[in-house]
């Protein structure tokens, strides 16, 4: 399995923008499809977005389509998702893991969305 270090979070008002951050280690990272997913008080695990191995190929949930772009550095390990007009229903605990999920999974960060 792979560890991760999700960060970036925090707290904006609705129209705002954030970037989240995920670190990965583990020599095999290159070869991992990323996703990343989302959880709010009270509700289950969602899926959010997904990246191909290569970067080349993406997959939005229809929520954030449009709002939200998720990228991949393999030469630093690292997986973005770019944020822009957050809306209250935002609100939740995000986490990055492979996809699909193995098991994996950090401890996650805080993103609230204030109206």
């Known amino acids: 399995q792979v560890q991760l270090v999700e960060s970036g979070g925090g707290s904006v008002q609705a129209g705002g923008s954030l970037r989240l951050s995920c670190t990965a280690s583990?020599?095999?990272?290159?070869?991992?499809?990323m996703g990343w997913y989302r959880q709010a008080p009270g509700k289950e695990r969602d899926f959010v977005a997904a990246?191909?191995?290569?970067?080349?190929?993406?997959h939005y949930a229809d929520s954030v389509k449009g709002r939200f772009t998720i990228s991949r550095d393999n030469a630093k390990k690292m997986v973005y998702l770019q944020m822009n007009s957050l809306k209250p229903e935002d609100t939740a605990v995000y986490y990055c893991?492979?996809?699909?999920?193995?098991?994996?999974w950090g401890s996650g960060t805080q993103v609230t969305v204030s109206s």
């Open positions: 583990g020599s095999t990272f290159n070869s991992y499809s």
């Open positions: 893991t492979p996809q699909p999920p193995d098991g994996s």
């Open positions: 990246i191909s191995y290569t970067g080349g190929s993406t």
